[in-house]
Protein backbone atom coordinates (compact mmCIF):
# COMPACT_ATOMS: atom_id res chain seq x y z
CA UNK A 1 0.00 0.00 0.00
CA UNK A 2 1.09 3.39 -0.91
CA UNK A 3 2.21 4.98 2.19
CA UNK A 4 0.36 7.81 1.22
CA UNK A 5 -2.88 6.48 1.15
CA UNK A 6 -5.40 8.86 3.13
CA UNK A 7 -6.25 8.08 6.19
CA UNK A 8 -10.11 8.07 5.71
CA UNK A 9 -9.58 6.05 3.01
CA UNK A 10 -8.42 3.01 5.69
CA UNK A 11 -10.94 4.46 8.20
CA UNK A 12 -14.62 2.74 9.28
CA UNK A 13 -17.16 5.41 10.04
CA UNK A 14 -19.85 5.42 12.27
CA UNK A 15 -22.59 7.42 12.21
CA UNK A 16 -24.89 9.14 15.31
CA UNK A 17 -28.24 10.53 15.60
CA UNK A 18 -27.68 12.23 18.35
CA UNK A 19 -31.04 12.58 19.49
CA UNK A 20 -30.94 8.87 19.61
CA UNK A 21 -28.03 8.20 20.88
CA UNK A 22 -27.60 8.17 24.26
CA UNK A 23 -29.27 10.49 26.99
CA UNK A 24 -27.04 11.89 29.77
CA UNK A 25 -29.84 13.97 31.68
CA UNK A 26 -32.87 12.17 31.52
CA UNK A 27 -34.95 14.39 28.92
CA UNK A 28 -35.49 12.28 26.92
CA UNK A 29 -33.12 13.12 24.23
CA UNK A 30 -29.97 11.61 22.93
CA UNK A 31 -27.17 14.84 24.05
CA UNK A 32 -23.24 15.35 23.34
CA UNK A 33 -22.77 14.41 27.07
CA UNK A 34 -24.51 10.87 26.17
CA UNK A 35 -22.06 10.67 23.46
CA UNK A 36 -19.17 10.96 25.74
CA UNK A 37 -20.23 8.55 28.07
CA UNK A 38 -20.42 6.01 25.13
CA UNK A 39 -17.45 6.88 23.38
CA UNK A 40 -15.22 3.67 24.89
CA UNK A 41 -18.31 1.59 23.52
CA UNK A 42 -17.25 3.00 20.29
CA UNK A 43 -13.45 2.59 21.00
CA UNK A 44 -13.72 -1.09 21.47
CA UNK A 45 -16.44 -2.21 18.24
CA UNK A 46 -12.75 -0.16 16.40
CA UNK A 47 -14.34 2.88 14.78
CA UNK A 48 -12.08 5.45 13.44
CA UNK A 49 -14.13 8.34 12.56
CA UNK A 50 -17.15 9.47 14.36
CA UNK A 51 -20.60 11.65 11.69
CA UNK A 52 -22.60 13.67 13.82
CA UNK A 53 -26.10 14.61 12.67
CA UNK A 54 -26.52 18.23 12.80
CA UNK A 55 -25.87 19.29 16.21
CA UNK A 56 -26.37 23.12 15.55
CA UNK A 57 -29.07 25.73 16.69
CA UNK A 58 -32.60 24.61 15.23
CA UNK A 59 -36.11 24.84 15.48
CA UNK A 60 -36.31 20.74 14.35
CA UNK A 61 -38.72 21.29 12.31
CA UNK A 62 -36.50 18.78 10.16
CA UNK A 63 -34.81 17.10 13.73
CA UNK A 64 -31.42 20.12 12.88
CA UNK A 65 -31.43 19.92 9.07
CA UNK A 66 -33.33 23.68 9.60
CA UNK A 67 -30.27 25.50 11.00
CA UNK A 68 -31.15 28.79 13.02
CA UNK A 69 -27.24 29.35 14.13
CA UNK A 70 -24.74 27.78 12.86
CA UNK A 71 -21.81 28.69 15.19
CA UNK A 72 -24.14 27.32 18.23
CA UNK A 73 -24.87 24.12 19.52
CA UNK A 74 -28.75 23.17 19.70
CA UNK A 75 -29.63 23.07 23.36
CA UNK A 76 -31.29 20.24 23.57
CA UNK A 77 -27.82 18.51 23.15
CA UNK A 78 -26.13 20.63 25.04
CA UNK A 79 -23.34 23.59 25.19
CA UNK A 80 -20.23 24.41 22.92
CA UNK A 81 -18.32 23.12 26.31
CA UNK A 82 -19.84 19.50 25.87
CA UNK A 83 -18.90 19.75 22.05
CA UNK A 84 -15.35 20.73 22.52
CA UNK A 85 -14.68 17.81 25.56
CA UNK A 86 -16.92 15.59 23.24
CA UNK A 87 -14.11 16.21 20.50
CA UNK A 88 -11.25 16.32 22.75
CA UNK A 89 -12.03 12.91 24.09
CA UNK A 90 -12.66 11.30 21.12
CA UNK A 91 -9.38 12.50 19.61
CA UNK A 92 -8.02 11.27 22.93
CA UNK A 93 -9.07 7.67 21.98
CA UNK A 94 -7.65 8.33 18.09
CA UNK A 95 -11.46 8.86 17.25
CA UNK A 96 -11.76 11.57 14.73
CA UNK A 97 -15.14 13.49 14.38
CA UNK A 98 -17.07 14.84 10.87
CA UNK A 99 -20.02 17.24 11.51
CA UNK A 100 -22.84 17.41 9.01
CA UNK A 101 -22.53 20.34 6.67
CA UNK A 102 -26.06 21.39 5.83
CA UNK A 103 -25.52 24.68 3.39
CA UNK A 104 -28.16 24.05 0.77
CA UNK A 105 -30.96 25.64 3.16
CA UNK A 106 -31.23 27.25 6.64
CA UNK A 107 -34.03 27.69 9.00
CA UNK A 108 -36.49 30.37 8.22
CA UNK A 109 -35.66 31.33 11.56
CA UNK A 110 -32.11 32.04 10.66
CA UNK A 111 -31.37 35.76 10.78
CA UNK A 112 -30.50 35.98 7.40
CA UNK A 113 -33.70 34.75 6.60
CA UNK A 114 -35.96 36.79 8.85
CA UNK A 115 -33.70 39.87 7.50
CA UNK A 116 -34.61 38.61 3.77
CA UNK A 117 -37.81 38.39 4.07
CA UNK A 118 -38.49 42.43 5.21
CA UNK A 119 -38.20 43.49 1.88
CA UNK A 120 -36.50 43.46 -1.68
CA UNK A 121 -33.84 46.28 -0.25
CA UNK A 122 -32.30 44.04 2.21
CA UNK A 123 -28.77 43.21 2.05
CA UNK A 124 -29.99 39.65 3.31
CA UNK A 125 -32.90 39.56 0.78
CA UNK A 126 -30.08 37.86 -1.94
CA UNK A 127 -29.02 35.68 0.04
CA UNK A 128 -32.30 33.21 -0.87
CA UNK A 129 -33.87 32.54 -4.05
CA UNK A 130 -36.97 34.74 -4.54
CA UNK A 131 -39.16 34.64 -7.63
CA UNK A 132 -42.27 37.66 -8.10
CA UNK A 133 -44.37 34.81 -9.68
CA UNK A 134 -44.38 30.51 -9.73
CA UNK A 135 -41.57 29.79 -12.19
CA UNK A 136 -42.02 26.16 -12.35
CA UNK A 137 -43.96 22.84 -10.93
CA UNK A 138 -41.50 22.00 -8.48
CA UNK A 139 -42.77 20.15 -5.24
CA UNK A 140 -40.93 20.21 -2.27
CA UNK A 141 -39.41 16.71 -0.76
CA UNK A 142 -41.91 16.80 2.04
CA UNK A 143 -44.62 17.17 -0.47
CA UNK A 144 -46.57 20.38 -1.28
CA UNK A 145 -45.31 23.28 -3.38
CA UNK A 146 -41.51 24.32 -3.75
CA UNK A 147 -42.18 27.77 -3.87
CA UNK A 148 -44.05 30.09 -0.97
CA UNK A 149 -45.29 33.12 -0.68
CA UNK A 150 -44.22 36.08 1.22
CA UNK A 151 -46.89 38.72 1.62
CA UNK A 152 -44.24 41.45 2.91
CA UNK A 153 -42.10 41.19 -0.61
CA UNK A 154 -44.92 39.62 -2.55
CA UNK A 155 -42.70 37.27 -3.76
CA UNK A 156 -42.51 33.95 -3.21
CA UNK A 157 -38.75 31.60 -1.97
CA UNK A 158 -37.97 28.77 -3.09
CA UNK A 159 -37.58 25.57 -0.56
CA UNK A 160 -36.69 22.00 -1.71
CA UNK A 161 -37.46 20.74 1.86
CA UNK A 162 -39.68 22.28 4.06
CA UNK A 163 -41.61 25.43 3.92
CA UNK A 164 -39.30 26.51 7.01
CA UNK A 165 -35.88 25.23 5.26
CA UNK A 166 -35.48 28.22 2.61
CA UNK A 167 -32.73 27.44 0.17
CA UNK A 168 -29.82 29.74 -0.39
CA UNK A 169 -28.99 31.68 -3.04
CA UNK A 170 -25.64 30.34 -3.73
CA UNK A 171 -25.15 32.60 -6.72
CA UNK A 172 -24.81 35.52 -4.35
CA UNK A 173 -20.78 35.24 -3.51
CA UNK A 174 -21.47 36.84 0.32
CA UNK A 175 -23.43 33.83 0.34
CA UNK A 176 -20.43 31.29 -0.37
CA UNK A 177 -18.20 33.58 2.17
CA UNK A 178 -20.70 32.92 4.98
CA UNK A 179 -20.05 29.26 3.97
CA UNK A 180 -16.19 29.12 4.30
CA UNK A 181 -16.53 31.76 7.64
CA UNK A 182 -18.71 28.46 9.07
CA UNK A 183 -16.32 25.93 7.51
CA UNK A 184 -13.49 26.98 9.12
CA UNK A 185 -14.89 28.22 12.26
CA UNK A 186 -15.19 24.58 12.97
CA UNK A 187 -12.24 23.59 11.11
CA UNK A 188 -10.09 25.88 13.48
CA UNK A 189 -11.62 23.98 16.55
CA UNK A 190 -10.27 21.06 15.40
CA UNK A 191 -12.56 18.48 13.68
CA UNK A 192 -11.84 15.96 10.73
CA UNK A 193 -14.20 17.05 8.19
CA UNK A 194 -17.62 17.44 7.09
CA UNK A 195 -21.01 15.41 5.82
CA UNK A 196 -22.48 17.92 3.07
CA UNK A 197 -26.25 17.66 3.27
CA UNK A 198 -27.68 17.60 -0.03
CA UNK A 199 -24.48 19.23 -1.55
CA UNK A 200 -25.05 18.20 -5.34
CA UNK A 201 -28.20 20.91 -5.55
CA UNK A 202 -26.60 23.82 -4.54
CA UNK A 203 -26.60 25.21 -8.01
CA UNK A 204 -29.89 25.83 -9.86
CA UNK A 205 -30.50 26.03 -13.39
CA UNK A 206 -31.17 29.64 -13.80
CA UNK A 207 -34.09 29.08 -16.15
CA UNK A 208 -35.65 27.04 -13.56
CA UNK A 209 -37.07 24.53 -15.95
CA UNK A 210 -40.79 22.18 -15.26
CA UNK A 211 -39.57 18.83 -13.86
CA UNK A 212 -41.51 15.36 -14.66
CA UNK A 213 -44.36 14.52 -12.82
CA UNK A 214 -43.90 11.04 -11.80
CA UNK A 215 -44.21 8.38 -8.46
CA UNK A 216 -47.94 9.88 -8.14
CA UNK A 217 -46.96 13.25 -7.04
CA UNK A 218 -48.55 16.35 -7.50
CA UNK A 219 -45.98 18.52 -8.42
CA UNK A 220 -42.33 17.95 -10.27
CA UNK A 221 -39.49 16.76 -9.77
CA UNK A 222 -37.08 19.26 -9.16
CA UNK A 223 -33.85 17.37 -9.99
CA UNK A 224 -33.96 18.80 -13.77
CA UNK A 225 -32.76 21.86 -12.34
CA UNK A 226 -30.79 21.11 -9.38
CA UNK A 227 -29.23 17.86 -9.33
CA UNK A 228 -25.76 18.99 -10.37
CA UNK A 229 -26.62 22.22 -11.69
CA UNK A 230 -24.13 24.14 -13.59
CA UNK A 231 -21.88 25.81 -11.02
CA UNK A 232 -21.79 23.21 -8.18
CA UNK A 233 -18.11 22.45 -9.30
CA UNK A 234 -16.92 25.59 -9.77
CA UNK A 235 -18.33 26.12 -5.93
CA UNK A 236 -17.04 22.77 -4.64
CA UNK A 237 -13.69 23.79 -6.26
CA UNK A 238 -13.82 27.71 -4.95
CA UNK A 239 -14.61 26.37 -0.92
CA UNK A 240 -12.01 23.23 -1.48
CA UNK A 241 -9.14 25.90 -2.67
CA UNK A 242 -10.05 28.61 0.01
CA UNK A 243 -10.54 26.39 3.08
CA UNK A 244 -10.78 22.57 2.84
CA UNK A 245 -7.70 22.18 1.18
CA UNK A 246 -6.10 24.03 3.60
CA UNK A 247 -6.86 21.39 6.38
CA UNK A 248 -6.29 16.76 6.78
CA UNK A 249 -9.80 16.35 6.58
CA UNK A 250 -12.13 14.43 5.08
CA UNK A 251 -15.39 15.28 3.34
CA UNK A 252 -18.64 13.16 2.07
CA UNK A 253 -20.66 14.87 -0.07
CA UNK A 254 -24.82 13.46 -0.15
CA UNK A 255 -25.60 13.25 -3.64
CA UNK A 256 -28.94 12.23 -4.54
CA UNK A 257 -29.61 11.65 -7.98
CA UNK A 258 -26.31 11.53 -9.35
CA UNK A 259 -24.90 8.53 -11.51
CA UNK A 260 -21.70 6.95 -11.08
CA UNK A 261 -20.41 8.56 -13.85
CA UNK A 262 -21.98 12.01 -12.47
CA UNK A 263 -20.03 11.55 -9.52
CA UNK A 264 -16.15 11.01 -10.45
CA UNK A 265 -15.81 15.08 -10.84
CA UNK A 266 -17.02 15.25 -7.93
CA UNK A 267 -14.66 12.80 -6.03
CA UNK A 268 -11.58 12.47 -8.94
CA UNK A 269 -8.46 13.17 -6.69
CA UNK A 270 -7.33 15.96 -9.53
CA UNK A 271 -10.06 17.72 -9.24
CA UNK A 272 -10.07 18.99 -5.77
CA UNK A 273 -13.58 19.07 -4.95
CA UNK A 274 -14.95 16.11 -2.30
CA UNK A 275 -13.22 12.84 -1.06
CA UNK A 276 -16.17 10.83 -1.77
CA UNK A 277 -19.95 11.16 -1.78
CA UNK A 278 -23.39 9.06 -0.84
CA UNK A 279 -25.06 7.75 -4.24
CA UNK A 280 -28.21 6.48 -3.47
CA UNK A 281 -28.65 4.44 -6.73
CA UNK A 282 -28.92 1.18 -4.61
CA UNK A 283 -31.18 2.83 -2.19
CA UNK A 284 -33.79 3.67 -5.51
CA UNK A 285 -33.58 -0.46 -6.42
CA UNK A 286 -37.26 -0.81 -4.18
CA UNK A 287 -38.61 2.35 -5.90
CA UNK A 288 -42.45 2.33 -6.96
CA UNK A 289 -45.24 4.38 -8.71
CA UNK A 290 -44.92 5.72 -5.29
CA UNK A 291 -41.41 6.12 -4.95
CA UNK A 292 -39.00 5.83 -1.69
CA UNK A 293 -42.27 4.64 -0.25
CA UNK A 294 -42.88 1.21 -1.19
CA UNK A 295 -43.15 -2.35 0.14
CA UNK A 296 -40.61 -3.97 -2.95
CA UNK A 297 -37.37 -6.15 -2.28
CA UNK A 298 -34.29 -5.01 -3.83
CA UNK A 299 -33.50 -7.74 -6.44
CA UNK A 300 -30.16 -8.63 -5.99
CA UNK A 301 -28.95 -8.97 -9.66
CA UNK A 302 -29.89 -5.21 -9.89
CA UNK A 303 -27.93 -4.80 -6.75
CA UNK A 304 -24.91 -6.26 -7.51
CA UNK A 305 -24.78 -4.56 -11.03
CA UNK A 306 -25.22 -1.01 -9.04
CA UNK A 307 -22.30 -1.59 -6.97
CA UNK A 308 -20.23 -2.90 -9.52
CA UNK A 309 -20.72 0.18 -11.58
CA UNK A 310 -19.69 2.41 -8.57
CA UNK A 311 -16.95 0.10 -7.85
CA UNK A 312 -15.85 0.32 -11.54
CA UNK A 313 -16.07 3.72 -11.67
CA UNK A 314 -14.54 5.24 -8.44
CA UNK A 315 -11.47 3.02 -9.15
CA UNK A 316 -10.96 4.09 -13.02
CA UNK A 317 -11.53 8.00 -12.15
CA UNK A 318 -9.28 7.63 -9.02
CA UNK A 319 -12.04 8.44 -7.03
CA UNK A 320 -13.55 6.73 -3.67
CA UNK A 321 -16.45 5.18 -2.54
CA UNK A 322 -18.68 5.26 0.48
CA UNK A 323 -20.16 2.26 1.35
CA UNK A 324 -23.92 2.22 3.27
CA UNK A 325 -27.00 -0.28 3.56
CA UNK A 326 -28.59 2.68 5.71
CA UNK A 327 -28.58 6.05 7.54
CA UNK A 328 -31.16 8.08 9.14
CA UNK A 329 -33.29 8.70 6.22
CA UNK A 330 -33.62 4.94 5.25
CA UNK A 331 -34.95 1.76 6.67
CA UNK A 332 -32.57 -0.48 8.97
CA UNK A 333 -30.12 -2.27 7.11
CA UNK A 334 -31.51 -6.23 7.92
CA UNK A 335 -34.84 -5.49 7.75
CA UNK A 336 -34.65 -3.99 4.31
CA UNK A 337 -31.77 -6.28 2.67
CA UNK A 338 -31.37 -8.74 5.05
CA UNK A 339 -33.84 -10.43 7.05
CA UNK A 340 -35.52 -9.20 10.24
CA UNK A 341 -37.14 -12.50 11.42
CA UNK A 342 -35.93 -15.06 13.51
CA UNK A 343 -33.90 -17.67 13.12
CA UNK A 344 -31.88 -15.34 10.32
CA UNK A 345 -31.80 -11.86 11.62
CA UNK A 346 -27.85 -12.36 12.86
CA UNK A 347 -26.77 -14.21 10.20
CA UNK A 348 -28.41 -12.00 7.37
CA UNK A 349 -26.78 -8.73 9.35
CA UNK A 350 -23.46 -10.82 9.81
CA UNK A 351 -24.00 -10.93 5.80
CA UNK A 352 -24.63 -7.62 4.42
CA UNK A 353 -21.47 -6.59 6.91
CA UNK A 354 -19.07 -8.84 4.95
CA UNK A 355 -20.16 -7.91 1.60
CA UNK A 356 -20.24 -4.21 2.12
CA UNK A 357 -17.41 -4.10 4.45
CA UNK A 358 -15.30 -5.65 1.76
CA UNK A 359 -15.72 -3.66 -1.10
CA UNK A 360 -13.45 -0.64 -2.03
CA UNK A 361 -14.51 2.56 0.01
CA UNK A 362 -15.11 4.10 3.29
CA UNK A 363 -17.83 2.08 5.31
CA UNK A 364 -20.28 3.49 6.95
CA UNK A 365 -21.94 1.86 10.04
CA UNK A 366 -25.15 3.11 10.91
CA UNK A 367 -26.10 3.37 15.17
CA UNK A 368 -27.78 0.02 16.07
CA UNK A 369 -26.49 -1.78 12.50
CA UNK A 370 -23.78 -3.48 14.97
CA UNK A 371 -26.24 -4.84 17.13
CA UNK A 372 -28.85 -5.89 13.92
CA UNK A 373 -31.45 -3.30 15.32
CA UNK A 374 -34.26 -3.58 12.90
CA UNK A 375 -37.52 -1.51 11.70
CA UNK A 376 -40.01 -0.46 14.33
CA UNK A 377 -43.94 -1.00 13.52
CA UNK A 378 -45.91 1.54 15.71
CA UNK A 379 -49.76 0.73 16.19
CA UNK A 380 -50.44 4.72 15.38
CA UNK A 381 -49.20 7.46 13.59
CA UNK A 382 -49.51 9.75 15.90
CA UNK A 383 -46.44 7.52 17.74
CA UNK A 384 -44.23 8.75 14.69
CA UNK A 385 -41.99 12.22 14.62
CA UNK A 386 -40.76 12.18 11.32
CA UNK A 387 -42.04 15.39 8.85
CA UNK A 388 -41.41 13.38 5.38
CA UNK A 389 -43.44 10.27 7.32
CA UNK A 390 -46.31 12.43 8.45
CA UNK A 391 -46.28 14.23 5.79
CA UNK A 392 -46.65 11.29 3.51
CA UNK A 393 -49.27 9.87 5.80
CA UNK A 394 -51.34 12.34 4.80
CA UNK A 395 -50.90 13.02 1.47
CA UNK A 396 -51.83 9.76 0.80
CA UNK A 397 -55.04 9.61 2.94
CA UNK A 398 -56.37 12.49 0.90
CA UNK A 399 -55.92 10.63 -1.97
CA UNK A 400 -57.98 7.73 -1.10
CA UNK A 401 -55.37 5.29 -0.04
CA UNK A 402 -56.69 2.45 2.67
CA UNK A 403 -54.68 3.21 6.20
CA UNK A 404 -53.45 -0.47 6.45
CA UNK A 405 -51.79 0.14 2.96
CA UNK A 406 -49.99 3.40 4.16
CA UNK A 407 -48.82 1.29 7.80
CA UNK A 408 -47.50 -0.93 5.93
CA UNK A 409 -45.36 1.67 3.30
CA UNK A 410 -44.60 3.43 6.67
CA UNK A 411 -43.62 0.37 8.54
CA UNK A 412 -41.09 -0.37 5.34
CA UNK A 413 -39.53 2.88 5.09
CA UNK A 414 -40.38 5.90 8.06
CA UNK A 415 -36.78 7.44 8.39
CA UNK A 416 -38.07 6.90 11.82
CA UNK A 417 -36.98 3.29 11.79
CA UNK A 418 -33.76 4.48 12.03
CA UNK A 419 -34.29 6.80 14.46
CA UNK A 420 -35.73 5.01 17.23
CA UNK A 421 -33.36 4.83 20.34
CA UNK A 422 -30.59 3.28 20.46
CA UNK A 423 -30.65 -0.15 22.31
CA UNK A 424 -27.85 -0.18 24.89
CA UNK A 425 -29.32 -2.52 27.33
CA UNK A 426 -32.71 -4.59 28.52
CA UNK A 427 -33.77 -1.92 31.15
CA UNK A 428 -36.34 0.58 30.96
CA UNK A 429 -36.22 2.47 27.80
CA UNK A 430 -33.60 0.41 26.46
CA UNK A 431 -31.17 2.28 28.85
CA UNK A 432 -31.62 5.08 26.84
CA UNK A 433 -32.84 7.70 28.67
CA UNK A 434 -34.32 7.70 32.58
CA UNK A 435 -37.14 10.17 31.12
CA UNK A 436 -39.76 10.16 28.16
CA UNK A 437 -37.69 9.17 24.91
CA UNK A 438 -38.68 11.58 21.94
CA UNK A 439 -39.68 9.08 20.14
CA UNK A 440 -40.55 5.30 21.10
CA UNK A 441 -38.10 2.59 22.00
CA UNK A 442 -38.08 -0.31 19.91
CA UNK A 443 -39.86 -2.99 21.64
CA UNK A 444 -37.40 -5.55 20.45
CA UNK A 445 -34.41 -3.92 22.84
CA UNK A 446 -34.48 -6.66 25.16
CA UNK A 447 -33.38 -9.12 22.98
CA UNK A 448 -31.79 -6.71 20.99
CA UNK A 449 -28.76 -4.49 22.37
CA UNK A 450 -25.52 -3.77 23.53
CA UNK A 451 -24.88 -5.20 26.67
CA UNK A 452 -25.99 -8.47 26.00
CA UNK A 453 -24.32 -8.33 22.41
CA UNK A 454 -20.94 -7.38 24.00
CA UNK A 455 -21.15 -10.48 25.67
CA UNK A 456 -22.17 -12.97 23.43
CA UNK A 457 -18.93 -14.02 21.30
CA UNK A 458 -21.65 -15.20 18.35
CA UNK A 459 -23.58 -11.62 18.22
CA UNK A 460 -23.69 -9.31 15.59
CA UNK A 461 -21.55 -6.63 17.39
CA UNK A 462 -18.72 -8.88 17.30
CA UNK A 463 -18.83 -9.68 13.93
CA UNK A 464 -18.51 -6.00 13.54
CA UNK A 465 -15.94 -5.49 15.44
CA UNK A 466 -13.97 -8.54 13.41
CA UNK A 467 -14.31 -7.01 10.32
CA UNK A 468 -13.46 -3.41 11.13
CA UNK A 469 -10.07 -4.81 12.59
CA UNK A 470 -9.73 -6.98 9.31
CA UNK A 471 -9.96 -3.89 6.98
CA UNK A 472 -6.88 -3.47 9.16
CA UNK A 473 -4.94 -6.30 8.08
CA UNK A 474 -3.70 -6.42 4.30
CA UNK A 475 -3.49 -3.38 1.86
CA UNK A 476 -5.71 -5.23 -0.68
CA UNK A 477 -9.50 -4.52 1.36
CA UNK A 478 -7.96 -0.66 0.49
CA UNK A 479 -6.68 -0.45 -3.19
CA UNK A 480 -7.35 -4.41 -4.14
CA UNK A 481 -9.59 -3.84 -7.57
CA UNK A 482 -12.95 -5.38 -7.48
CA UNK A 483 -14.48 -8.05 -10.02
CA UNK A 484 -17.90 -9.32 -9.43
CA UNK A 485 -18.51 -12.87 -9.82
CA UNK A 486 -22.04 -14.59 -11.32
CA UNK A 487 -23.43 -11.45 -12.03
CA UNK A 488 -26.72 -13.05 -13.37
CA UNK A 489 -27.03 -15.61 -10.28
CA UNK A 490 -30.47 -15.04 -8.33
CA UNK A 491 -29.19 -15.85 -4.53
CA UNK A 492 -25.49 -15.28 -4.31
CA UNK A 493 -23.17 -12.68 -4.36
CA UNK A 494 -19.65 -13.05 -4.77
CA UNK A 495 -16.55 -11.08 -5.65
CA UNK A 496 -12.87 -10.87 -5.76
CA UNK A 497 -10.47 -8.03 -4.72
CA UNK A 498 -6.87 -8.53 -6.22
CA UNK A 499 -4.33 -6.19 -5.90
CA UNK A 500 -0.24 -7.24 -6.99
CA UNK A 501 0.30 -9.98 -4.12
CA UNK A 502 -3.22 -10.72 -2.53
CA UNK A 503 -6.53 -12.23 -3.44
CA UNK A 504 -9.81 -12.00 -1.15
CA UNK A 505 -12.76 -13.80 -2.46
CA UNK A 506 -16.65 -12.72 -1.07
CA UNK A 507 -19.07 -15.67 -1.48
CA UNK A 508 -22.28 -14.90 0.25
CA UNK A 509 -25.81 -16.43 -0.25
CA UNK A 510 -28.44 -13.53 0.12
CA UNK A 511 -31.54 -15.47 0.60
CA UNK A 512 -32.81 -18.35 3.34
CA UNK A 513 -32.97 -21.18 0.59
CA UNK A 514 -29.86 -22.65 0.42
CA UNK A 515 -27.57 -22.11 -3.01
CA UNK A 516 -25.62 -24.85 -4.41
CA UNK A 517 -22.05 -22.97 -4.88
CA UNK A 518 -18.96 -24.85 -5.30
CA UNK A 519 -15.28 -23.00 -4.37
CA UNK A 520 -12.82 -22.99 -7.84
CA UNK A 521 -10.06 -25.34 -7.10
CA UNK A 522 -7.79 -22.75 -6.35
CA UNK A 523 -9.66 -21.57 -3.15
CA UNK A 524 -10.39 -24.88 -1.96
CA UNK A 525 -7.10 -24.45 0.73
CA UNK A 526 -7.44 -21.02 1.08
CA UNK A 527 -7.43 -18.78 4.71
CA UNK A 528 -11.30 -18.08 6.16
CA UNK A 529 -10.76 -14.75 7.18
CA UNK A 530 -14.33 -14.25 8.38
CA UNK A 531 -17.71 -16.82 8.44
CA UNK A 532 -20.85 -16.12 9.77
CA UNK A 533 -21.23 -20.19 10.14
CA UNK A 534 -19.03 -22.35 11.84
CA UNK A 535 -16.83 -24.97 9.93
CA UNK A 536 -15.56 -25.46 6.44
CA UNK A 537 -17.63 -23.97 3.50
CA UNK A 538 -19.46 -26.76 1.91
CA UNK A 539 -20.76 -27.08 -1.55
CA UNK A 540 -24.11 -25.26 -0.72
CA UNK A 541 -24.22 -22.25 1.30
CA UNK A 542 -26.36 -22.20 3.88
CA UNK A 543 -28.92 -19.44 4.69
CA UNK A 544 -27.70 -15.72 4.47
CA UNK A 545 -23.94 -17.65 4.82
CA UNK A 546 -21.25 -15.00 4.24
CA UNK A 547 -17.39 -16.12 3.76
CA UNK A 548 -14.55 -14.15 2.83
CA UNK A 549 -11.25 -15.86 2.07
CA UNK A 550 -7.65 -14.78 1.39
CA UNK A 551 -5.00 -16.17 -0.94
CA UNK A 552 -1.38 -15.25 -1.96
CA UNK A 553 -1.30 -14.63 -6.09
CA UNK A 554 1.10 -17.33 -7.31
CA UNK A 555 4.51 -16.54 -8.64
CA UNK A 556 3.99 -13.52 -6.46
C1 LIG B 1 -30.83 15.01 3.64
C2 LIG B 1 -30.81 14.64 5.09
O1 LIG B 1 -30.11 13.44 5.25
C3 LIG B 1 -32.25 14.57 5.55
O2 LIG B 1 -32.38 14.01 6.83
C4 LIG B 1 -32.83 15.95 5.48
O3 LIG B 1 -34.21 15.89 5.77
C5 LIG B 1 -32.64 16.58 4.10
N1 LIG B 1 -31.35 16.33 3.53
C6 LIG B 1 -32.84 18.06 4.17
O4 LIG B 1 -31.76 18.67 4.83
Known sequence: MNNQTAWWKKSVVYQIYPKSFYDSDGDGFGDLNGIREKLSYLEKLGVDVIWLNPIYESPQVDNGYDISNYKKIEPQLGTMEDFDMLLKEAHEKGIRIILDLVVNHTSDKHPWFTEAKKGKENPYHDYYIWKDTIPNNWGSSFGGPAWEYVEETAQYYLHLFAKEQPDLNWENPKVRKEVQEILRFWLEKGIDGFRMDVITLISKDPAYP?????????????YAGCASGPRVHEYLQEMNREVLSKYDIMTVGEAP???????????????HELNMV???DHMHLDYDENGKYAKNRVKLTDLKEVMTKWQDTMHECDGWNSLYWSNHDQARAVSRFGNESEPYRVKSAKMLGTILHMMQGTPYIYEGEELGMTNVRFDRIEDYRDIETLNMYRGRLEAGAEKEDIMNAVYAKSRDNARTPMQWNAQDNAGFTTGIPWLGVNPNYKEINAEKESKDPDSVYQFYRRLIRLRKTYPVFT??????????????????????????????????EPAKCSLPAQWQDAEILIHNYKGAVADELRPYEAVMLLRKRQGK
Open 210 to 222: DGPVIQNKAYGSY
Open 479 to 512: DGKFELLLPEDEQIFAYTRTDRETELLVCANFMK
Open 278 to 280: FHF
Open 257 to 271: HTSADEAAPYTASDR
